[in-house]
């Protein structure tokens, strides 16, 4: 059973950069089926998709937010990592880290629990 | 990029069906047939429910269905339950490599 696991600061001030590793078990990140994404959600909004990254470290971005936003991916770790720099109130949001079908895109089958980012000073 | 068009609320009684809709355009829904529907109930991760337009994953019930027409993706839900209160959220594939989802509907089930 493939689990998905969130961690990093749940605090961070304005114009820092916030940054997340989710951690993949029950499964290999290098398996080359899958597609590492990254995903957000305000308070009492909707799903709002990051990025993604594939093992070879090829990436794409929302670009809304494609000048602030860096995925990686460490392999050896089997953990991949969101980096959003110059944080805004507007930032404040639970991010989910996700797996996405290579030959099925926008098919996310395994979430994280999310974990919360408060953006304050 | 702007979001997929949802109805922000449905409702229905147990036992009857509702259709979501989820629209786009022919540079996202109406050019591949890669929408996914997600369920989300409060403080929870969203769960899939259905992906590449019409296909349920093991484990989700057959009350569920979807399909598409044109830049217009659909979410039915067949024989209501309590359970099935939740919001929805829709998810297309884009022509630049990206991904949408929709604002997000409420479903209340009466």
């Known amino acids: 059973q493939v689990q998905l696991q969130e961690s990093g600061p749940g605090l961070v001030k304005p114009s820092q950069t916030l940054s997340l590793t989710c951690t993949v078990s029950?499964?290999?990140?290098?398996?080359?089926?899958?597609?590492w994404s990254w995903i957000r959600q305000p308070a009492g909004k909707g799903l709002e998709w990051i990025g993604r990254?594939?093992?070879?470290?090829?990436?794409n971005y929302n670009p809304s937010l494609k000048s602030r936003v860096t995925i990686s991916v460490d392999t050896s770790k089997n953990q991949f990592s969101l980096k959003l720099s110059s944080v805004t109130a507007a930032d404040t949001a639970v991010y989910y880290c996700a797996r996405e079908g290579l030959l099925s895109p926008a098919h996310f089958d395994y979430w994280g629990q999310g974990t919360l980012v408060t953006v304050s000073s | 990029q702007s979001a997929l068009t949802q109805p922000a609320s449905v409702s229905g009684s147990p036992g009857q069906s509702i259709t979501i809709s989820c629209t786009g355009t022919?540079?996202?829904?109406?050019?591949?047939?890669?929408v996914s529907w997600y369920q989300q109930h409060p403080g929870k991760a969203p769960k899939l429910m259905i992906y590449d337009v019409s296909n349920r994953p093991s484990g989700v019930s057959n009350r569920f269905s979807g399909s598409k027409s044109g830049n217009t993706a659909s979410l039915t839900i067949s024989g209501l339950q309590a359970e099935d209160e939740a919001d929805y959220y829709c998810s297309s594939y884009t022509s630049s490599s990206t991904l949408l989802f929709g604002g997000g509907t409420k479903l209340t089930v009466l």
């Open positions: 990254i594939y093992t070879s470290g090829s990436t």
């Open positions: 029950g499964g290999s990140i290098s398996s080359g089926s899958y597609y």
């Open positions: 022919s540079s996202d829904v109406g050019g591949y047939n890669y």
